[in-house]
T-cell receptor
């Protein structure tokens, strides 16, 4: 069984650029969630995708957008990068349908984004 | 809005000591509560959870009880080991099940 994988591992961008991060969910999982973790902080929920639809969103501006594909993999896109977007971006997958209450999330190793 | 507050770290304990990491929450209705752990060099993983008031979650010798009257979900372990050294995150899922909130994390170091 393959776990959650994310690419790339590290990324350096400059302010104003756009970035796409990728996540492959664990086998059999149909839901993907994205989180932003600043250094020394807990992860902050960005959004969740279930069956290719956004199923919940945290307090992030519209320049953070996502996609989920028929194979349940997902992308996180961030436009007009700002210095404060520098963080570790985590992807988590879960099965059993959308919603967090009863479905365990399995986290990937993250993508470290640095914005200069 | 909903939120989680957990005790500041870092925490350093000797092996076999008793551990408590405090966690309190603010939420509308009845959230589900979780503890996640991040071991050095590894990804976040679920440690335990409780989905309704008075439920006790337990795993690997760790326990936490969902206390609605005190809005708390404190993590406890009777005798910590060096291998328990990690960062621990308290978290909640709101009553809709579509929002998730983590605390800031508490770093635990257990020394032999």
């Amino acid at each position: 069984e393959t776990g959650v994988t994310q690419s790339p591992t590290h990324l350096i961008k400059t302010r104003g650029q756009q970035v796409t991060l990728r996540c492959s969910s664990q086998s059999g999982h149909n839901t993907v969630s994205w989180y932003q973790q600043a250094l020394g902080q807990g992860p902050q929920f960005i959004f969740q995708y279930y069956r290719e639809e956004e199923n919940g969103r945290g307090n992030f501006p519209p320049r953070f957008s996502g996609l989920q594909f028929p194979n349940y993999s997902s992308e996180l896109n961030v436009n007009a990068l700002e210095l404060d977007d520098s963080a570790l971006y985590l992807c988590a997958s879960s099965g059993g349908g959308g919603g967090f209450s009863y479905n365990e999330q399995f986290f990937g190793p993250g993508t470290r984004l640095t914005v200069l | 809005g909903d939120s989680v507050t957990q005790m500041e770290g870092p925490v350093t304990l000797s092996e076999e000591a008793f551990l408590t990491i405090n966690c309190t929450y603010t939420a509308t209705g009845y959230p589900s509560l979780f503890w996640y752990v991040q071991y050095p060099g590894e990804g976040l993983q679920l440690l335990l959870k409780a989905t309704k008031a008075d439920d006790k979650g337990s795993n690997k010798g760790f326990e936490a009880t969902y206390r609605k009257e005190t809005t708390s979900f404190h993590l406890e372990k009777g005798s910590v080991q060096v291998s328990d050294s990690a960062v621990y995150f308290c978290a909640l899922s709101d009553r809709t099940g579509n929002q998730f909130y983590f605390g800031t994390g508490t770093s635990l170091t257990v020394i032999p």
